[in-house]
C-alpha cells in the first residue's frame, strides 16, 4: 500500500500555503536576510493571513505602517487604509476586528497617547487585535527619541503586553501573537512592544521562513463572542448594553467582566509559554548571583555589560529577559533569581515601571537587593559601560 | 592590534549618505562572514543639519544598540562637523578607544596642535582623505562621498574585502522588490530604470574599489593591521 495523504493542502487568499502556527515558527527551513525591524514587521505580516490594517504616520513607526501598505499593494493584506488619526486608526481596526478579521497596526510616543482610550476599549471587547507599538518619548520637551514610559502607561488595559528584543524576537513575536490572542480561551489584544529606532532602524542578521507559507486565517466563529452580523438586524455593534443603567447589575457586569479579561491574559500562559519558548530567556552564567532583570534593548545592553563584566572584571553576571510583561512571569522570574544577592533593573524611561513590576513580583520571594538603575530617557543610549560602573559603585559600597 | 569588535560612529551632514554608508558598511561585513548591526542616530535630520550614523562589526554576536559612546572608528564626512561643531559630540572625537582610527573628509589638515597631542596619547591614526573631491573625480557626483568613505574605511581597517563591499552596495541599490501589474509599459518602465541603476552602481562601485587600493596603501605605510581576526561565519548568500 502506497502512503496516501488525506490533508488536503489549503491556501489562504494570498495564495500561499496554510501550515501550521508550530510549522511555521519552528520547523519550516529559515534563510538568513539583513533588515531593519520595520522591514521584519514587513515580513511577519506577509506570513500572517492578515485580513485588516489600518495606519497613521508617527515616528518612529511610519516605515513599518508604510511597508504594511506595500504589502497591501503586493496583495498580501485585504483591506489598508490611513486613518484620520490614532484615535481614528484604533477605533477602526476595533471595527475590523469586531467583523472578525485578522487585524493589526502600528504606533509609537504620543500616538499612543491619543489613541488611548481605545485599548481597554479592545479588551474589554475582547477582540484579538496586534498592535505593535515601537516605544518612542512622550513631551515635553519634545523627544522623537527612544523612552518606553509609555509601556507603563498600557500596563493595566488588559491587552497582553509582550518585549520583542530584536528584529528577530519581533518577527517571531508578531506571528506567534496573532495565535495565542485569538485562541479561544484567551481572545484579547496583544501589544507587541519594541524600542523604537534600537530595532526599528536597526539593521541586522534575521532568519525567515519562506513566503509562499501563512498562518491559518482567523476563524472568528470560533470566538468567545458573537462578530458583528450587519444581515441579521439589530447589527451588534456594541458589547455593553449594561453600561446605559446605573444599577447595581451594570456594575457587578462591568466588574466581573473585567476581571475575565485579566483572566483570559492569565489563561494565555501555556500558550505564550509554547509559541514564544518561554516566558522569559537567560543569558551568562546561571549561577551568578548578580543579576539584571530587563526588556527589550535594555536586555541587550544588559548582555553586553555580563560579557564586559566577565572579561574586564573577571564577575559573573546574568540578564533575565522578560518576553512578556502582561502576562508577567512570576514563577519563571522568582526561579531564575533564587541565588541572586544583588538585582538590577535597567530601563529606558525615568518612572521605572519595569522596577515596581519586579519589586511586586519578589517581594517576600527574595532577599536580593533590587536597584532600579540604570536608568535612562529621552532617547539616551545606554551603554554596557554605564551598566558595568552601576554595578561596581554598588559592590564598593558593600 | 586585533579587537572582537570594531565600532564606527560616522558624524556628517544630512544628505551626505552616513546612514546609507552605515548599512553599506554593515551588511557588506555581514556578507564577510562576521556580526554586524547598524543605524542611524535618532533624529529628524534634515539637509545639512549634523547627521550620524554608526556600524558595529564583531566575531560575536552584537546585542549594542544605539549611539556608540565609545568607537574605534570616525569617520567624519564633512569639515563641518570639526570646523563648526556639527556633531553629536564635543569634541568630535569623544570617546575614542585607544589605538583607534579618525577618517577626515578633508584635504587639509582641521586638527589643532592640542586635538593631535591627545589623540597621539591614546595612538589614535588620523587620515585626511578628501572623499568627497575623489568622489567627483571618480563617479563625477559628489553623491558618491559616502561611497569613497566606506572603501577607505575598509582599505584602512581592512578584514571585510571588495567582493564583500560590492555586495554591500549591490544590496542598497538592487533591493527586491514585486512588480504585481505585469503591463508591457510598467515593465518597460522599470526596464529604463534599471538601466540607470545599474549605471549608478557601476560608478558607486568603482568610486568605493579606488578609495579602499589608495587606503590600504596609507594604512599599510602607517602599519595599521586588519582590525579584526578573520570572519567567524562563512560567507552566506544575503537573499
Redesign the interface.
Known sequence: MSNVSTQEVQYNKSGQRIVSPDYLLFEAPR????MTGSEAVKEAVRRASVDASVSYPI??QSEAAHLIGELW???YVGVYFRGESEFGVMSEVAGCALAGARTITTTSGPGTLRAFENFPMWAGTRIPVQLVLMARGVNAPLS???DNLEVGFLLDTGCMIWYAENAQDLFDMILAGFVVAEHPSVHVPVITVV?????S?????IMLPPDDIALPPYNPYKAPMPVIDLEAPPGRFLRDPFVMKSNYISYATHASWQFEVRAAIERSRPFAKHYLRGLVEEFGNPDADIVFVAAG?A???A??AV?LLKDEEGIDAKVVKLKTIRPFPYDELRAAVKNAKYIFVPEFNVAGWLEREVRKALYKYSDAEIIGAPRVAG?M?????VIVSEVLSNLRVK | MKRKRVNIRMPGLGGQGAVTAAHIIATAADYQGYYAVSNPFFGAEKRMAPAESYARIGVEPIFDRGEVVYPDVIMVFHNHVITMGKSYTMPFYSGIKKNGLIIINSEEDLLSPGDKAYLDSLGVKVYNFPATKFAVEQAGTELATNMAMVGALFGCIGSVGLEAIEEGIKARFLKKFVASGGTASLDSALERKFKKKLELIEKNLNTARAAYELASSWAKSQGIEDFLPPPPNKKVEVA
Request: aromatic share 12%; no cysteine; glycine share 8%.
Open positions: 534563510e538568513k536576510f539583513f515616528t518612529p499593494v503586493e496583495g522623537i527619541q527612544p524600542d523604537g529606532f534600537f530595532v532602524h536597526t539593521r541586522e542578521a534593548t536586555a541587550s545592553q548582555k553586553e560579557r532617547g543610549t545606554m551603554p554596557a559601560e
